[in-house]
């Protein structure tokens, strides 16, 4: 699973959520990283932030769904906005789950397993 959030302790508090559930993860700064990743290696899924430098969440996605492959892989959008055009938005990029911060864990895994159908 492929993490993306300019926060340092964004991205830390996420990933250590998933492995303890048993995800593998990897992690990216911003959004031109994320695809540098998956460039490398399709993730099984991604978590992306919104506001981030050089590409943001929704530039990202965009970009991520012209990818060969990507069209099975959910994408969970996360912001500190919660304004209905930034969802749309975001669902009409490519996005299937919305997640507003500050969040917990339990919903965190609970929005994972929701788009991985687990």
Do not use: C
């Not at 540098?36 to 530039?59: E, F, H, K, Y």
């Amino acid at each position: 699973m492929l993490v993306v959030d300019d926060s340092d302790s964004v991205r830390r508090m996420i990933t250590s959520t998933l492995r303890m559930a048993g995800y593998d993860t990897v992690e990216a700064s911003d959004g031109q990283a994320a695809l540098s990743q998956v460039r490398a290696s399709m993730p099984a899924a991604v978590i992306t932030d919104q506001n981030m430098p050089n590409l943001d969440g929704l530039g990202f996605i965009r970009a991520f769904r012209k990818m060969p492959g990507s069209a099975g892989v959910p994408v969970i959008f996360l912001s500190t906005e919660n304004a209905d055009t930034l969802k749309q938005k975001a669902r009409e990029a490519g996005a299937l789950g919305w997640m507003t911060k500050p969040f917990d864990d339990r919903k965190l895994l609970g929005v994972v397993q929701k788009v991985l159908g687990r």
